[in-house]
Nanobody, 125 residues
């Protein structure tokens, strides 16, 4: 049973930076994927960053080059470093985790099975 708890979000001016953290417990998967999602008011929840047990990372085009996802070696804390923040980054941010598998030498991430409760990030102009 995996449990995830996001740190509190924050309010940042446009162009600023913010680091979110997610406390992770109970993750015993050998192959795993962990991610950050966000949901803006009136919008669907979207994946913004993902890190897999093979070390690979993936980012949504909207945040590529600005955000960085990382996981400590003990898999106890997941981070999302957000730079050059824009008002459109305002959203509830959620950390999530799921299992992965290697198929035909390709790492595949299944659906996210565990979710945090969310952290509000507000970016002002």
């Amino acid at each position: 049973q995996v449990h995830l708890v996001e740190s509190r979000g924050g309010s940042v001016q446009s162009g600023g930076s913010l680091r979110l953290s997610c406390a992770v417990s109970g993750c015993t998967y050998i192959d795993y994927c962990m991610s950050w999602f966000r949901q803006a008011p009136g919008q669907e929840r979207k994946m913004v960053a993902r890190i897999d047990s093979d070390g690979s990372t993936n980012y949504a085009d909207s945040v590529k080059g600005r955000f960085a996802i990382s996981l400590d070696k003990d898999k106890t804390t997941l981070y999302l470093l957000m730079n050059s923040l824009k008002p459109e980054d305002t959203a509830m941010y959620y950390c999530a985790a799921g299992s992965g598998e290697v198929v035909a030498s390709t790492f595949l991430c299944g659906g996210m099975d565990y979710w945090g409760k969310g952290a509000l990030v507000t970016i002002s102009s």
